[in-house]
């Protein structure tokens, strides 16, 4: 089977530059092999999508010199394929409805959790069957973890969490009445034939939990490869506080895609300097063990470099 890769921006902001790094690794990787490129649209998460957002990303990737084949798939429309796995899941038991609230888990944890880690859940609603409906009180389902399947990163090598302290059972249906990002995403990348999956290492501890997702279900997993992230001088993940770094705003400010591009590949030393290059002039260059295992810290010596004074 050929690779498949996947390009899957959320419209709950704009792309920045450390998503056009996770995309130009993911997109590269995928064509390098003479694969597949499949492009979705991740606005499950309905309450804090941003009009325009999603048409905004399509243009910056096009922007980019990054293409990908067949249409667009947003998930929204999709919400049947997820309801069907939760059933699915409820029939084997592996699912419960819990009717604690996020400050409910909060006040009931141990211990300090990582800053994308919500803290780990204490099993409070573990006794429940998912025939035990909660009556006039909202309520969300959750995966029941057993294990935590290790697995081999593309990038990080041996990879192995214990979702027992890190998180415990987690949510794959929420209140809301919409399925739980790694449910959605465990769906959508089975459906669309995905074969490798490239992203920010903020993400590790996701994979043993779509893994188990993957078992259950009874669909084929992709390989994982797990990237460190653009952070700020200040050694924190790109936001506000270190100035715009939004693809628009380099754009609008007259920003070659070549020169963001160039950046981005010296970032991942496929190339020994900052020089504008496409996409495809990479394609033979492209190593994931090339890429420092280290955050790549983006400066304003960098960025103005590139002609860009945010």
Known sequence: MSAAGRLAPSPTGAQHLGNARTYLA???????????????????????????????????????????????VAQTPRLPLYESA??????????????????????????????????????????????????GVPFAWRFRVTDSP????????????????????????????????????????????????????????????????YRALGLAPPAFAHL?????EDGRRLAKRHGDTRLAALRAAGVKPEAVVGLLAWSCRWIAEVRPVTPRELLTAFRLDAIPPRPFVLTAELLRGIGYAP
């Open 86 to 135: 939760l059933d699915r899941l409820k029939q084997l038991e592996l699912v419960y409805p819990c009717t604690c609230t996020r400050s409910d888990v909060a006040a009931a944890a141990s211990a300090p959790h990582a800053e994308h880690e919500g803290p780990t859940y204490p099993g409070t609603c573990a006794g429940r069957s998912a025939r035990d409906i909660p009556v």
């Open 26 to 72: 993911a997109w590269l990787s995928a064509r390098s092999a003479g694969g597949r490129v499949v492009l979705r649209i991740e606005d499950i998460d309905s309450p804090r999508i941003k009009p325009g957002a999603a048409a905004q990303a399509l243009d910056d990737l096009r922007w980019l010199g990054l293409d990908w084949d067949g249409e667009p």
């Open 228 to 232: 460190p992230l653009v952070v700020g």
């Open 150 to 213: 290790a697995f081999v990163d593309r990038f990080r090598g041996p990879t192995a969490i214990d979702l027992r302290t890190a998180g415990g059972d987690f949510v794959v249906w929420k209140a809301a009445g919409t399925p739980a990002y790694q449910l959605a995403v465990v769906i959508d990348d089975a459906a669309q034939g995905v074969t490798e999956v490239i992203r920010g290492d903020d993400l590790v501890s996701s994979t043993p939990r779509q893994l188990l997702l």
